[in-house]
């Protein structure tokens, strides 16, 4: 029996390598599930080389159990079923986590019988796993198994290191794997079993101990929780204006898009992507964007750069006129006849059947030409037909049989760039073009475009994430994307951000997508963005009430767009403007219960912020009434026992003459403000609709509901 152990776990191997018990030490709980003994680690080859193993089983791909396990200082020398070498497994055992790596194999001369080759073939090594007895919560980002006694993480100790949990009936096999493709030997995984409190503490201390991004000293900055004003351009001559359109919605950060520095750039498309030449904004260069943003700052807003960092545009140095060889290609083909200039047919070897067909992506690349194909055969002789050589205004090219190149991976948002092959030194050359604009003044930090890499999907994307991020001279506070896999945890302590919704289905989009993933974020101790909002002529103020208030009951932040000149037109926009303040102010100044979070968390209920008689933040629940006018949105709430609705003109301003019998009436731009004027009558009441206003009566519930039900605009101007 092999004992693992630290002050808060003791893991026990058997002498076939199989793990039987794990053990939290404060609570003594059995984190093991007993119904499946499985070996700690385990190997894989692509089929068996040993010549007697592969004569005496099937050639394919083969995974061998470990079977044996001895312990030698801080090293595990481990066997495996059927194979002679062994493999040497280093670990670490800390007070707050046990650490695996694969340092080494034990390799006899006999164990290949003279084959020249490297010995041994290894494509995987799994270096963790565990059965792993599923409890009440799990954070599939982290790979975290927890309750409200213990935590169970299997965490990358490197960002080569794939972690993955597999899910059985009453458990989930935990597990870490180092890839020959990738990194083989010395990248590690880590085991930590602690109280859910000290999780936190000690993934910190791996962080610091493998210089890793540091996810938990960001999680706990007082800004991460804060909303973002997104703009997607901005210069020197209209800062004071977004400034001024920052603070009136209390947001304390700014995210600023890189369409704003850089030459040539669109925020329709992303033609010039890789260049990164600042534009005559900034004629001073690098100077006069510090400046700038060091006058965002000194309004007391954050800035943060948002960048698309693995997209190469199709107009860039790195596409035309010669294609960098470090674009990737998602199939590969050896051309079977020599390419000539003139030649619109590209006969190759391998069969291009299931090539990508849409309109816009058919693109070969060989050597630095790219060329267009409509169409390709199946059946030999293996051709793409219809070609049209020089696409994209490359240099048209002739090209010697037995030249290798294939598809073109063009991106699948817009078709106007395309992903770099991130096993080159590529992304690493744009990383020195984005450091120093993000190093100009930038405190985090959004990487859009983070699904646009190569496989295996669950390593590249954070790498290329990674790439960028230590090329900076200071950490961001925190970092957001479009994509996520296991080791962007520890940058992207923001999480991700959904797109933009129409108003039409803005609150369905709501509670179907940030609402329904937040609580699973919060598994993964994190939390999301609940939204890229985009500021348009329609969008109305419940909508952002509805957004703002589901995001803060998960502590979560959001992001407005601001795009179009919407914000000036939208006739409700200061309206708009309050709802985020208050929301932005209360989440600064914590003042929202566990109990009204919890409350708010219901996607069935809208709930409305207000400012009361006192100058207090007040939340109330408040209830949508259907108004026979298209144009007047209109909410009733209680409170201090009278009812109120809450009402406004969504395209302008009019006259409301709604039917009630009232002898008083308050209409009013904030409760306990001034009464706005009314005309009374014996059968109605009108009044002019216009921003946001808050209106009761001395009559019944129902009957303040029917009026604005059968309310009637007498003057509508829109």
Sequence with gaps: ????????????????????????????????????????????????????????HPNKRTTFQANRVRRDGNRLIVGFELITFEAVVEISETDDYIAFS?????????????????????????????????????????????????AINVLATSPFTRIDA????????????????????NSGAALIVSSPKKLLDCI???????????GVESR???????????????????????????????????LIYYTSFIK????????????????????????????????????????????????????????????????????????????????????????????????????????????????????WPYAFKGCKRGHFDTNVLSHSIGTIGGILDISEFSATSVYVDQRTTLQDELAEKYAPIYDAGFEFLYFDGSEGVNPPFEINVPYAQYRIYRKLKKAPLFCEAAAKAHFSWHMLSG?????????????????????????????????????????????????YEYGTSKAASWDCPVTMQVITEAHKTNPRAEDIFEVLYRWED??????????????????????????????????CPYYRIETSEKDITAYHFERKGKTHVVCWHTKGDGVLSLPLSARSVTYEKDLGGVTSECEISTTSVSITVSGRRYFSADVSKDELIRAFENAVLQCNNV
């Design 586 to 619: 209360v989440r600064a100044k914590k003042l929202l219960t566990e109990e009204e979070k919890e409350m708010l968390k219901d996607a069935s209920t809208e709930y409305i912020l207000l400012v009361n008689e006192e100058k207090e933040y007040e939340l």
């Design 166 to 185: 597999e899910k059985r009936k009453d458990f989930s096999i935990m597990s870490a794997d180092s890839v020959q493709e990738i990194k083989l030997k």
């Design 102 to 150: 694969l340092s080494d194999f034990i390799v006899k001369p006999e164990d290949f019988g003279g084959l020249a080759m490297s010995p041994p073939p290894i494509s995987e090594f799994r270096l963790l796993q565990l059965p792993i007895k599923k409890r009440e919560r799990f954070g599939e980002w982290l790979n975290v198994m927890w309750d409200d006694d213990v």
């Design 1 to 56: 029996m092999i004992e693992l152990r630290n002050k808060h776990f003791v893991l026990k191997l058997n002498d076939e390598c199989k793990a039987v018990s794990l053990v939290h030490s404060a609570t003594g709980i059995e984190c093991l599930d007993d119904s499946e003994r499985i070996s700690l680690f385990s190997l894989t080859e692509p089929r068996p080389y040993n010549n007697e193993i592969k004569l005496a």
């Design 264 to 379: 040539g750039s669109s925020f329709d498309g992303y033609h010039t992507i890789g260049d990164f030449e600042l534009d005559e904004n900034f004629p001073g260069g690098l100077e006069d964007v510090k400046k700038m943003l060091q006058k965002i700052k000194d309004a007391g807003i954050t800035p943060g750069f948002h960048l698309l960092h693995s997209h190469i545009g199709i107009g860039s140095c790195y596409v035309t006129p010669v294609a960098d060889h470090r674009l990737n290609l998602t199939r590969y083909f050896t051309l079977a006849r020599p390419l000539e200039r003139d030649d619109d047919i590209v006969y190759v070897e391998q069969n291009p059947e299931g090539a990508v067909m849409h309109p816009d992506c058919r693109v070969l690349k060989f050597g630095g030409e790219l060329i267009g194909y409509e169409s390709y055969t199946t059946e």
């Design 220 to 254: 706990r900055s007082d800004k991460l929780n804060s909303s973002i004003y997104w703009v997607p351009f901005i210069s020197p001559q209209n800062v004071d204006e977004h400034i001024s359109y920052a603070k009136k919605c209390g947001m304390r950060m700014m």
């Design 495 to 543: 999480g991700n951000a959904f797109d933009a919704f129409p108003a039409e289905i803005f609150k369905e989009k709501i509670a179907e997508h940030p609402l329904e993933e937040a609580p699973r974020m919060a598994n993964d101790f994190t939390r999301l963005n609940f939204g890229w909002w985009r500021f348009s002529d329609d969008i109305q103020p419940d909508m």
């Design 204 to 214: 910190d201390r791996i962080e610091h101990d493998f210089d890793l991004p540091l």
